[in-house]
Each structure stands twice: as C-alpha cells, then as structure tokens.
C-alpha cells in the first residue's frame, strides 16, 4: 500500500493516520523524496482503503502486490521524466543517446570527445573515471583529477556527464561534478551505496547485476526511491549465461517487461550487453524498436588504442552513423506507436 500525503499534512495528522494504520496491521514506513511524501504499508490484513482516504491529509492512496512497491507502475502510470537541466532529459516517447569513452584517459581525449558529440547533437557523455576492472593491473581511471577537468570541459559544452560511483565514501566528493550516478553491474546490490545514494539530489542510473534478474532490479532502484531519490534510471546491460560467442547476453526482452512493471526510463546498453564492436549498432537498433528510452554506447577515437574496452567500442565513424541510425530507427518505431 502507497499513500501519497498532503504536502500541508502536520505531524500530527500524520503521527495520527500512522497509528491507525499500524493498527490495522500494517507497518508503515514514511519515505520522504524530492518530489513528495508517502507513506508504505507493509501487512496481510484484508482491508477497505476507502476508510484510510477519508482520513485527513492523504492525497491519494494505492494498493501495490509488488515487492517493489514505489518504482511500480501499479500506482504511477504516468511514466518519470528524469530532468538534467538546459532542456536535456531522459523520459518515455523519446530517445536519449549517450556515448563516450569506457574509460576517461586525457584531457585531449575528452576534447576531441566532445567535439565529435557537438558535431552529432548529442548532449549526454558517458565514462568512467573510477573503473571497476577485474584484473588489479588493468587501468583503473583518473580519479577525482580526471573527473574536474572533464567538468570543466563538459560545462563548456553543454554536455551532460554520466559516470560510476563505486564506493559510499565518493558519492560527496563527485556530486558537483556529475549530472548522473551510474550504478554498475557490479555493485546493483551494494545496498549500503544504493541507501546513500537515496539521500542525493541526483539523477541515478542502475545498471542490471552481471546475473541479476529483472525483479533484482527494480528491488535496487526501490532501495533509491525509498532512501529519497525518485531521479532513477534502469539500464539493461546485458547478463552472464552460458553462452560464450559474446561478452554477455543483452536481454531485450526486459525492456518491455520492465516499461510494464516500473514507471521509470530504461536504457539499453549494447557495448556491455555483446561486447563486439561489429555488432553494436544492430543490438542498439534492436533496442530502440524494443522499446528502450535511450541508448549508451561507447565511442572513442581510436578504440584499437584505447585504455579498456576497445573491443566493444565504436570509432566516430562509426559512432556519427549509429546516432543518425538511432534517431531514423526511433522515428520508425512511434509510426508504429501510433498503430
């Protein structure tokens, strides 16, 4: 159960409907977010919610079955719009693009970067300068230097930066330096990072863990939501099976279940989701006629010489063509949208 309070409830009417609510037995927890004030019920008891919307400072009341009961579509059906600022937003019935390096590298790498996206209208940069490599002696990132001066030089541009965050102790020191929080695959269950990023004031991407099912991650994002932060983001990223001929298994088939069962955005990744440049763009078209609201893809000038990754990364070449082949493909699909 999700009760969506008035923004001018007192204390005492709410202390008041949370008793008689915990008398009904249910546990109620109150979740404060950027955008409202709720309060979720927990409990088995059969009960008649007229009762508890007559009660004084409730704005509306639902009854969500779902584990994950704030990012349900059951009581929001109007789909979320994540605002970035200057116009730039991830939200359904359009098509974000984000492209960028696996790995932030140089200040000369992220100019000519920028130029490329500038000459493609594309206004969300993506890359990571704390990078989480399953061999210790792999490039690791810049760091906190190379995050300020991609700052600086995103700012300059217009551009937007989506970047990961690894550890509770980095979320205070890059807030001012980023427009989205990615969470990778590997941390989708760091629950504690997931709690702390509930308490900011940005936008945050989950990606889905390595094996992790889709109910898996919409129960990550409901960790976001529920510590405060409704600005999330889902991102299919592909998952680990049996099958070797590729990187990973990109899943399409969650991003129609996932725009069903959440009101939240859904991006397809498929750099991670193949993992062979050659057939990127085919998985990223593929993903905007599943239903995807963007897709992030990863870019580099040279990918033979980049850091990491550069197996599934496209050239600018090749990356200006998948951009106009995105935008031709996402117009193609609201034709059939409209059928």
Known sequence: ??????????????????????????????????????????????????????????????????????????????????????????????????????????????????????ENQISLMRGGVFKPRSSPYAFRGLGMEGLKIWYQQAREAGIKIVTEVMQVSQIEEMHDYIDVFQVGARNTQNFNLLDELGKVDKAVMIKRGISGT?????????????GGNEKLILCERGIRTYEKASRNTLDLNAVPILKAKSHLPVVVDPSHGIGIREFVPQMALAGVMAGADGIIYESHENPDKAYSDGQQTLNFAQSALLADQIRKTFALRKTFDLL
Not at 39 to 49: M, P, S, T, V, Y
Not at 214 to 226: D, G, K, W
């Open 214 to 226: 889709i109910e898996e991650l919409l129960q990550s994002a409901e960790y976001v939501f529920s």
């Open 1 to 118: 159960m999700i009760i969506q309070l008035n923004q001018d409830i007192s204390n005492t009417q709410k202390a008041a409907l949370m008793d008689q609510i915990n008398h009904m037995g249910y546990k109620v927890t109150e979740v404060k977010t950027q955008v409202g004030d709720y309060l979720i019920g927990i409990g088995k008891a059969a009960i008649d919610i007229r009762k508890i919307g007559l009660l004084n400072g409730i704005q509306d009341i639902h009854i969500v079955s779902d584990e994950y009961k704030l990012v349900s579509k059951k009581w929001k059906v109007k789909p979320t719009r994540i605002d970035l600022g200057d116009g730039i937003g991830i939200e359904d019935g359009e098509m974000a693009i984000i492209t960028g390096p696996c790995s932030i590298e140089s200040e000369e790498q992220i100019a000519k970067v920028i130029g490329h996206m500038k």
